[in-house]
T-cell receptor
Framework: DTGVSQDPRHKITKRGQNVTFRCDPI?????LYWYRQTLGQGPEFLTY????????KSRLLSDRFSAERPKGSFSTLEIQRTEQGDSAMYLC????????????FGQGTRLTVV | DQQVKQNSPSLSVQEGRISILNCDYT??????FLWYKKYPAEGPTFLIS?????DKNEDGRFTVFLNKSAKHLSLHIVPSQPGDSAVYFC??????????????FGQGTILTVHP
């Protein structure tokens, strides 16, 4: 399978704990995006990387959130001191740097904060 | 502010008939539009796209129409099939800007196609 892979698929954590999610993009894709989706809403942009450089962060991404893509391949998204409001589906997508190329999404990580 | 809106939360159609899903946008900087389909427990899957230099793009049973003056686009599925039942998201981006690829999504429309 050469699609976008996310791990874990599900995560249940207690409020105040830290969690980390991983995304492995399609191997030749140099752009990687993180989105968050809550019930009844469309995905909301969080941040994106071109190779290892983080080029943009949404204001939705509070200081408790940090993302990395250390070698321009896989990426991690960490949430520190989780809150119940962080419960959502976290989606990763990747694409080529090219005009009019679509992004391919992974299956997402569903986070539940209890 | 909701820059991309899908005002119909759900749509129900009979198999073989046409499904029309609508989307409105407010940001005039958007110049590239996409439709994604999402099944439960899966990530969104790209369906079809259209650039603002066109007013129509067709791919098999799927056609997207763009009305720039009205800031409106629609997805037509003809004929609809039960396997088309899913959530459909409209998305937009500024392909000519530095953040091209960063997508702004609508809230989604749940399409149900009855046999």
């Amino acid at each position: 399978d050469t699609g976008v892979s996310q791990d874990p698929r599900h995560k249940i954590t207690k409020r105040g704990q830290n969690v980390t999610f991983r995304c492995d993009p399609i191997s030749e894709h140099n752009r990687l995006y993180w989105y968050r989706q809550t019930l009844g809403q469309g995905p909301e942009f969080l941040t994106y990387f071109q190779n290892e450089a983080q080029l943009e962060k949404s204001r939705l991404l509070s200081d408790r959130f940090s993302a990395e893509r250390p070698k321009g391949s896989f990426s991690t998204l960490e949430i520190q001191r989780t809150e119940q409001g962080d419960s959502a589906m976290y989606l990763c997508a990747s694409s080529l740097v090219d005009f009019n190329t679509e992004a391919f999404f992974g299956q997402g990580t569903r986070l539940t904060v209890v | 502010d909701q820059q991309v809106k899908q005002n119909s939360p759900s749509l129900s159609v009979q198999e073989g008939r046409i499904s029309i899903l609508n989307c409105d946008y407010t940001n005039s900087m958007f110049d590239y539009f996409l439709w994604y389909k999402k099944y439960p427990a899966e990530g969104p899957t790209f369906l079809i796209s259209i650039s603002s230099i066109k007013d129509k793009n067709e791919d098999g049973r799927f056609t997207v129409f763009l009305n720039k003056s009205a800031k409106h686009l629609s997805l037509h599925i003809v004929p609809s099939q039960p396997g088309d039942s899913a959530v459909y998201f409209c998305a937009a981006t500024n392909a000519g800007g530095t953040s091209y690829g960063k997508l702004t999504f609508g809230q989604g429309t749940i399409l149900t196609v009855h046999p």
